[in-house]
T-cell receptor
């Protein structure tokens, strides 16, 4: 079962920042927060991940609360091409990684970018 | 360009006709995996491979075979496809360095009549 809770859908105006929340209240100390997105029927695309510090890359920023029970993915200037389902995943990494390393996607958040 | 490729991207076939879906990655990744995605069921892992000649069953291996003779290729084989294997299939790969991200292929949409 997915260990995260996300809103089923969100709207965001084109050009504005899209803030996608995720709750992961049962996260363990050795689990990272990962974000992927899936544009209709394409392969899931990695966006960003973090352990406890905030992270930023060319695609997005990830803000993790101090207690690590929730996080927010920020797309700073959303475009129509950002319309997708966004998945928040907690995943063991490092020496505690499971052998199968299967990624369990929950239902995600369907983000609609409005022109 | 670093990528995972799958072929074919779309396939319609009939029950019982053996088929192979190829997966290839150019990142020298050791770990590779196959998933299927079905509405309401999310992504489910079929098989995975930690390295050449090392493969293991995932959650839904029945009706599938895999092989890992070379590091870059991880084909998915359906010896006798059935309609319940109609699905969207994804291959993924990852370096074996701890914490590395999994990268997914573009997907293969399979219909078995």
């Amino acid at each position: 079962d997915a260990k995260t809770t996300q809103p089923p859908s969100m709207d965001c105006a084109e050009g504005r920042a899209a803030n996608l929340p995720c709750n992961h209240s049962t996260i363990s100390g050795n689990e990272y927060v990962y974000w992927y997105r899936q544009i209709h029927s394409q392969g899931p695309q990695y966006i960003i991940h973090g352990l406890k510090n905030n992270e930023t890359n060319e695609m997005a920023s990830l803000i993790i609360t101090e207690d690590r029970k929730s996080s927010t993915l920020i797309l700073p200037h959303a475009t129509l091409r950002d319309t997708a389902v966004y998945y928040c995943i907690v995943r063991v990494a490092g020496v505690f990684m499971n052998r199968d390393d299967k990624i369990i996607f929950g239902k995600g958040t369907r983000l609609h970018i409005l022109p | 360009e670093a990528q995972v490729t799958q072929n074919p991207r779309y396939l319609i076939t009939v029950t019982g006709k053996k088929l192979t879906v190829t997966c290839s990655q150019n990142m020298n990744h050791e770990y590779m995996s196959w998933y299927r995605q079905d509405p309401g069921l999310g992504l489910r892992q079929i098989y995975y491979s930690m390295n050449v000649e090392v493969t293991d069953k995932g959650d839904v291996p029945e009706g599938y075979k895999v092989s890992r003779k070379e590091k870059r290729n991880f084909p998915l084989i359906l010896e006798s496809p059935s309609p319940n294997q109609t699905s969207l299939y994804f291959c993924a790969s990852r370096n074996d360095r701890a914490g590395d991200t999994q990268y997914f292929g573009p997907g293969t949409r399979l219909t078995v009549l």
